[in-house]
């Protein structure tokens, strides 16, 4: 296991354009309520997470906060130590540092460090306004790096005319067979971290022959294959488990090495119609 005086090995830490840096394999959150997802975030903390990944429409920031303050009241690990990062909702582009402090509230946190707008909804055309209030707001203090999730070329071009400002990293829909490569070129053009979310397409990759035969070349298992695939691309990857050997399996998975060859074969899974979710460039639609 990487473990490093209960911090994460620092090699393990991507850099943002705006000097921070965030721990390449995090925590993801969505789907985890409640207890499940307090007693998720605790596991993950023990074993070694320092980046815990939620949003205020996943509905769990209070059980996340929770967790993260019993940890450190517990002695498992100080706040500098950990990077968590919430969004703002589509319903909130045009009230931004309202949704920042309701969801530092319901996190009980006197700072994030990242927060990124959800989805652009371009239907609504309000990411740039949204984006520059998350700039105020980083103004100020409570956040030490703000990004965006689910955005494409077109809307990052239009955060950057509008502001000069560029976000720390872009957190999309990747997974094998969906490797977004010319996103992800995108991103290396702008120093933008690509952060990659459904990491294990929702599981469905866990099953997937190339992926299946790989991890038995590498002695690992095909979850451990894939986080590790995303680390050899430079993702940061957050997978979610609500199952204590599962979180820690993939944990572990900063041990695993692939041969190019490996790499190259996953990467190689790419189809038509990839995309398991929504295209961000058409959804959500505006209610009439
Ligand atoms: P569970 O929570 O029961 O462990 P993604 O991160 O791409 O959204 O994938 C999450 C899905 O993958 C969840 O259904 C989760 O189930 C499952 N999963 C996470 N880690 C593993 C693992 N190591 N082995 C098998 N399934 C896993």
């Known amino acids: 296991m990487v473990l490093n005086g209960g911090m994460t090995n620092p090699s393990q830490l991507v850099s943002f354009n705006d000097g921070n840096t965030i721990p390449q394999l995090g925590f993801g959150t ?50 500098e130590d950990l990077f968590i990062t919430t969004k703002l909702w589509n319903d909130g582009h045009d009230h931004a540092p ?11 946190l ?17 990411y740039v306004k949204a984006w520059d209030d998350l700039i105020r707001i980083q103004g100020v203090g409570r956040v030490r790096s703000i990004g965006v999730a689910n955005f494409y070329e077109e809307t990052l071009d239009d955060l950057e005319k509008a502001t000069g400002v560029i976000p720390v990293m872009n957190q999309v829909e990747l997974h094998p067979g969906f490797s977004q490569a010319s996103l992800r070129a995108y991103h290396d053009e702008k120093d933008i971290v690509t952060e990659a979310w459904s990491p294990l397409g929702r599981g469905d990759s866990l099953t997937e022959q190339t992926i299946v035969q790989i991890a038995e070349e590498a002695g690992a298992t095909p979850a451990q294959v894939v986080i590790a695939w995303h680390v050899a691309l430079g993702n940061v990857v957050i997978p979610k488990s609500g199952n204590a ?41 505006l209610e009439s």
């Open 245 to 285: 050997k599962r979180i820690e399996e993939n944990f572990v998975a900063l041990d695993v090495a692939l041969t190019d060859a490996q790499i190259d074969a996953i990467t190689a899974l790419d189809a038509d119609g990839g995309r398991s979710y929504n295209d961000p460039r058409q959804w959500p639609e």
């Open 98 to 108: 309202e949704e920042f402090e309701a969801s530092l509230d319901r996190l009980g």
């Open 30 to 79: 969505w789907k985890l309520s409640g207890d499940e997802c307090y007693n998720a975030v605790r596991t993950a903390i023990s074993v070694g997470y320092r980046h815990i990944d939620t949003a205020k429409i996943y509905g769990n920031e209070e059980p996340v906060g929770r967790a993260v303050a019993d940890a450190i009241a517990a002695g498992e690990v100080d706040r």
């Open 110 to 126: 006197d700072y994030v460090d990242a927060y990124l707008i959800h989805w652009p909804f371009p239907a609504a055309g309000k």
